[in-house]
C-alpha cells in the first residue's frame, strides 16, 4: 500500500525567502514521486519528479525536491519564493505495486507575501 | 508532448440533466485515462481508471449509473453525470498515461468545472 503525508495544509512566507514544503511517503516497493503545483481553477503541472535516479531533483521554476529513502520523505524547496508560487502543491506517489495508480497528499496552500 | 485537453472548461446546468465531459490526448495514444474529482480546497479523489475499449473500473463509493465513463478510442475518454444535482457540482480533473510509462507518469487535463443549479 502507499501513502502520502503532506505535514503542514498552509504555510506562508515572504517574497524571497526560502520555501520549504515538507512530504513523507509511504510506499511496499520502489516508489516514484512528484511535486504538482495548481493554481486557482486550474488543472496540475507537474514541478518534477523522483525516479529512482539522482535522489536530488531539479524541477520548474527554481523547485527542487530530495528523495530520503531513510526518511521516507521527499521535501520540495525553493531558495527564494516569488509571488506567482503562490498556489496549491501536491505530493504525490506512485509504486509498483499500484500499476498506474497515483496517490495524492492532502495538498499545502502556500502563500507569499510581498 | 503529452498534452492533455478537456472539454468544455466550465459547465453549469440545471438540476436533473446530464452533462458529458471530454477529456483529449493531442499528442499521444492513451491506454489509460484516470478522472478524478476535487473538492473545494480538498485533494483529488479517484474517481475511476478506465483502459482503452474495456469497462471503467470504478473506486469504492463512487456510483457508475451516475458517472459514466467511456474509453472508446486512445485518444478521447468521456465522462458523462447523469442526472446531475448540486452536490455533483465540482472540478473534475481527467488524465492519461500511456502503455509503458516511465514511471507511473500521468499527464493532466486543465480540469472542468461543474455547477449544477
Known amino acids: 500500500a502507499q501513502s502520502v503525508t503532506q505535514l503542514d495544509s498552509h504555510v506562508s512566507v515572504s517574497e524571497g525567502t526560502p520555501v520549504l514544503l515538507r512530504c513523507n511517503y509511504s510506499s511496499s516497493y520502489s516508489p516514484s514521486l512528484f511535486w504538482y503545483v495548481q493554481h486557482p481553477n486550474k488543472g496540475l503541472q507537474l514541478l518534477l519528479k523522483y525516479t529512482s535516479a539522482a535522489t536530488l531533483v531539479k524541477g520548474i521554476n527554481g523547485f527542487e525536491a530530495e528523495f530520503k529513502k531513510s526518511e521516507t520523505s521527499f521535501h520540495l524547496t525553493k531558495p527564494s519564493a516569488h509571488m506567482s508560487d503562490a498556489a496549491e502543491y501536491f505530493c504525490v506517489v506512485s509504486d509498483l505495486g499500484a500499476g498506474n495508480m497515483l496517490t495524492f497528499g492532502g495538498g499545502t496552500r502556500l502563500m507569499v507575501k510581498p | 508532448g503529452a498534452v492533455v485537453s478537456q472539454h468544455p472548461s466550465r459547465v453549469i446546468c440545471k438540476s436533473g440533466t446530464s452533462v458529458k465531459i471530454e477529456c483529449r490526448s493531442l499528442?499521444?495514444?492513451?491506454?489509460?485515462m484516470f478522472w478524478y474529482r476535487q473538492f473545494p480546497k480538498q485533494s483529488l479523489m479517484l474517481m475511476a481508471t478506465s483502459n482503452e475499449g474495456s469497462k471503467a473500473t470504478y473506486e469504492q463509493g463512487v456510483e457508475k449509473d451516475k458517472f459514466l465513463i467511456n474509453h472508446a478510442s486512445l485518444t478521447l475518454s468521456t465522462l458523462t453525470v447523469t442526472s446531475a444535482h448540486p452536490e455533483d457540482s465540482s472540478f473534475y480533473i481527467c488524465?492519461?498515461?500511456?502503455?509503458?510509462?516511465?514511471?507511473?507518469?500521468?499527464?493532466f487535463g486543465p480540469g472542468t468545472r461543474l455547477t449544477v443549479l
Open positions: 499528442d499521444f495514444q492513451a491506454t489509460t
Open positions: 488524465s492519461a498515461s500511456t502503455q509503458g510509462a516511465l514511471y507511473n507518469e500521468q499527464f
